[in-house]
């Protein structure tokens, strides 16, 4: 075989050099589809979306307008992480599901709060009040466990964090309970006392999350801090770290403090 002139192995040479990069590329450019709650959370999501694009990550951000199906999506490989739950929540629906879903890193503390349209203070709540709570397992286990630190109610230490208003053991105002779709929960408030309302949906019902706020949870040692999750298989994968550490910036801090007028806590240090 004759020998290569220099020029051709210089061109050779050029030529792999050049599919060593193009492949390094392919693999650092990395499309991930993002589940999240449609509605203020998008906005953060931009800011994610442009921190990740340095790190070579494309993200496609999938809405949902309800708790339920982020999840399911995630588990059956429609999405390769979501951003939308805590660990009570993410608990129950792998026990109902057998989803295998894990955290990957912290995002925010939304403080579930209590609030009304009609009390001004925890203590103008008149006795028969009507409450409402929301009615899936964790979100309705947080409410009451809040209303419980409030010194409204007192619930069964048996029940651990997913308590329902069976668990109730002393309720000497005589507090209706009313159980209602998280998402509904907050247009409801006009027809309540008062009602325990997730920081988000509290926010889409109108409701003053500050001025109307006569009750709230306090993030230290709280389970319920949000996280970004994937399924367990790709806990390790290239892609994780980078994202999270996406979402985990000053900018994203100060975004969420800006876009939630102060409801949120970012909840990483």
């Known amino acids: 075989m004759p020998a290569l002139s220099l020029s051709r192995r210089a061109a050779l040479g050029a030529f792999a050099a050049a599919m060593l990069i193009k492949n390094a590329n392919a693999q650092s450019n990395t499309t991930l589809r993002i589940g999240i709650m449609s509605g203020e959370d998008e906005d953060i999501w931009r800011i994610v979306s442009t921190n990740a694009s340095k790190s070579g990550l494309t993200l496609k951000i999938v809405t949902f307008s309800d708790y339920s199906t982020p999840n399911q999506a995630l588990s059956e490989g429609d999405l390769d992480a979501n951003a939308f739950q805590h660990g009570p929540f993410l608990k129950a629906q792998s026990e ?158 100060q975004a969420l403090l800006d876009v939630y007028h102060g409801a949120i806590v970012p909840a990483w240090t």
């Not at 925010?108 to 001004?120: E, N, Q, T, V």
Request: a neutral charge.
């Open 96 to 253: 109902a599901n057998g989803f295998k879903i894990t955290p990957v890193g912290n995002t925010y503390f939304a403080p579930m709060g209590l609030y009304s349209h009609r009390w001004k203070s925890l203590q103008d709540l008149p006795p028969n009040a009507s409450i409402g709570v929301p009615n899936d397992p964790s979100n309705e286990g947080r409410a009451l466990l809040l209303l419980q630190t409030l010194g409204i109610l007192k619930i069964s230490s048996s029940a651990g964090l997913l308590p329902t208003a069976l668990d109730i053991t002393d309720n000497p105002r005589n507090i209706s309970i009313r159980e209602l779709d998280a998402g509904v929960v907050g247009r409801a408030l006009t027809d309540l006392d008062a009602a325990v309302v997730n920081t988000e949906w509290a926010q889409k019902a109108g409701i003053d999350t500050i001025k109307e706020r006569i009750g709230e949870e306090t993030l230290q040692n709280n389970p319920y801090v949000c996280f970004i999750a994937t399924n367990a298989k790709d806990a390790s994968a290239a892609w994780v770290k980078p994202l999270v550490s996406a979402y985990q910036q000053p900018n994203t801090r």
